[in-house]
């Protein structure tokens, strides 16, 4: 009796195991092709700002879109440019208000 249970219950795992296995490959056979190639995310560009500038050579202004900086992962830069608030993590350090 107690064998004829676990092979009900094997046998139910191993089924869900293969639908889920089906689906996952249903999903990424669907979404491979759309998806950009490494070198597209690798190489961002963001865009150039307007930049008004007076005649003494002073600016003036700045306009844009998109206005985000991109540090460089892993350099002083990218860890000069986290937040404060991120940067003690999740159990860094307690909350100071």
Do not use: H
């Amino acid at each position: 009796m107690l064998k004829r249970w676990l092979l009900y219950v094997g046998s139910v795992i191993l089924g869900l195991v293969a639908v889920g296995a089906l689906l996952g490959a249903f999903v990424v056979a669907l979404l491979y092709p759309t998806l950009p190639s490494l070198d597209t995310l690798t190489d961002y560009q963001p865009r150039i700002p307007l930049r008004i500038v007076s005649s003494e050579g002073d600016l003036l202004g700045e306009f844009a879109r998109n206005s985000r900086a991109v540090p460089g992962c892993g350099t002083d830069e990218a860890v000069e440019a986290t937040p404060l608030s991120w940067s003690g993590g999740l159990f860094g350090r307690p909350d100071s208000s």
